[in-house]
């Protein structure tokens, strides 16, 4: 029985067969002029998606703040460098990430902390920071780290100035019971389609009561103005992560969510202090 010959064999046929010097250059010219009409059709349309905020007005919730990522200013994530840089440029929050060393100490880290040397201590962290005004995200990667976080939170009377997110809905009463009095948000992944449904409202609204989160910390692409609205109405806050680009700034803008989460902390402070100064 002969073999049968797929689709891409015989297009490796065709291409064998008339695959001349000048076809090859006729077909790369094509193929390289289809990707440049592309990219000038993308960039022509991100550039009026981001003009055409500047003809709203912008406002802000109460107490809107912008939380500096870790690694912002150009630093090293999770370092006391990034905390200082932080503190010094007058940021509302810094996001640091929580972990756990293998004998329990809390420290700060992304990624699995697998010895005892790894990670910048808490500790030394909270004492970097009580002089000064600054809030903290604590971002918690290792939910095991939650009874000696709170301990160290009250120890160094940090209770007023930090927050959890890094929540799931499935880990928030392990939040509540580990770390009583101390705000967190619920990481959720709202739909932009769902999201005008009253049912699907509903059940968001109904998460939240359940979980006892004080709102929504999401990416930025999952949020919208609907969201906001609904949350704002009903109490809750909503914030985005992580907002680096301008047209990403513009369109998080608009949406007023209660703080926005971004590596660029000063382009984010341009395009609210420039808004609207360049439409025509």
């Excluded at 073999?3 to 077909?27: D, G, H, Q, S, V």
């Excluded at 500096?68 to 090293?76: L, S």
């Excluded at 449904?197 to 989160?213: F, P, R, V």
Aim: charged content about 25%; some cysteine.
């Amino acid at each position: 029985m002969p073999e049968k010959t797929t689709r891409w064999k015989k297009f490796k046929r065709f291409l064998k067969r008339n695959m001349t010097p000048l076809w090859a250059k006729r077909f790369s010219y094509q193929v390289f002029s289809a990707i440049v009409a592309w990219v000038m059709i993308i960039g022509v349309a991100m550039y009026a998606f981001t003009k055409s905020y500047d003809s709203i007005k912008l406002s802000f919730v109460d107490g809107f703040t912008i939380t500096a990522h870790t690694g912002a200013f150009n630093t090293p994530a999770n370092s006391l460098e990034s905390l200082n840089a932080a503190v010094e440029n007058g940021v509302d929050i810094a996001e640091i990430d929580i972990r756990q060393r293998p004998d329990g100490t809390v420290v700060m880290g992304h990624d699995i902390i697998t010895t005892n040397n790894d990670g910048v201590e808490i500790a030394l962290v909270f004492e970097t920071v009580k002089e000064s005004s600054i809030r903290l995200n604590l971002d918690i990667k290792d939910i095991k780290a939650l009874p000696d976080l709170h301990k160290l939170i009250f120890d160094y009377g940090m209770e007023k100035r930090v927050f959890l997110t890094g929540i799931e809905t499935y880990q928030a009463k392990t939040a509540a019971d580990n770390c009583p009095d101390i705000d967190y948000y619920i990481n959720y992944v709202p739909s932009r389609i769902k999201i005008f449904s009253e049912d699907y409202q509903q059940k968001i609204l109904d998460m939240l009561e359940k979980t006892g989160g004080i709102g929504i910390n999401c990416n930025h692409t999952n949020a919208s103005k609907t969201l906001s609205d609904l949350l704002h109405e009903n109490g809750y806050k909503l914030s985005v992560w992580t907002v680096d680009k301008e047209y990403q700034m513009k369109r998080a803008l608009v949406i007023k969510p209660d703080n926005i989460t971004t590596r660029e902390v000063d382009m984010l402070h341009s395009v609210i202090d420039n808004w609207g100064k360049h439409k025509k």
